[in-house]
């Protein structure tokens, strides 16, 4: 299976640092600062055809993660619209994202998409409601 990808001028093609890396990295087109306890949406430039039956995580580089920085997002099939990272700064510093840097992975997986039933009960389970 192959990732259809088309780039906006000036992104940087997606890829994966180690062959079996389960993430493509995403790179930043623009230099954007993040405040602390503060997000704000770094532009890609990568449009991708996520076939259907999947959908695409955008998950947080480890590294990132280390200094207080992490992303989120999910990816539809059928957008193709650019990918952007909504990165959010948990810590007290600012954080700069320097235009070319990974910011992201994107993460490409296999869904199940079940039609929707309303129902007046469940079945009963061991846990039950028990989780907060």
């Known amino acids: 299976m192959k990732l259809k990808v088309k780039l906006d001028k000036g992104a940087v093609m997606p ?6 890396d389960a993430g493509l990295d995403l790179f930043a087109m623009e230099t954007v600062y993040i405040a602390p306890k503060s997000h704000e949406i770094v532009e890609t430039g990568v449009h991708v055809a996520i076939p259907r039956c999947f959908v695409g995580l955008l998950t947080s580089k480890s590294g990132l993660m280390g200094k207080g920085i ?17 990165m959010f700064n948990h810590s007290d510093k600012a954080y700069k994202v320097e235009q070319g840097s990974k910011v992201t992975q994107l993460v490409i997986l296999p869904i199940i998409t079940p039609e929707v039933e309303l129902v007046d009960f469940l079945e009963e389970t061991e846990r039950g409601a028990n989780g907060f």
């Open 15 to 20: 890829n994966r640092a180690h062959k079996d």
């Open 70 to 86: 992490t992303c989120r997002g999910t990816i539809d099939s059928g957008y193709t619209g650019s990918i952007k990272a909504v």
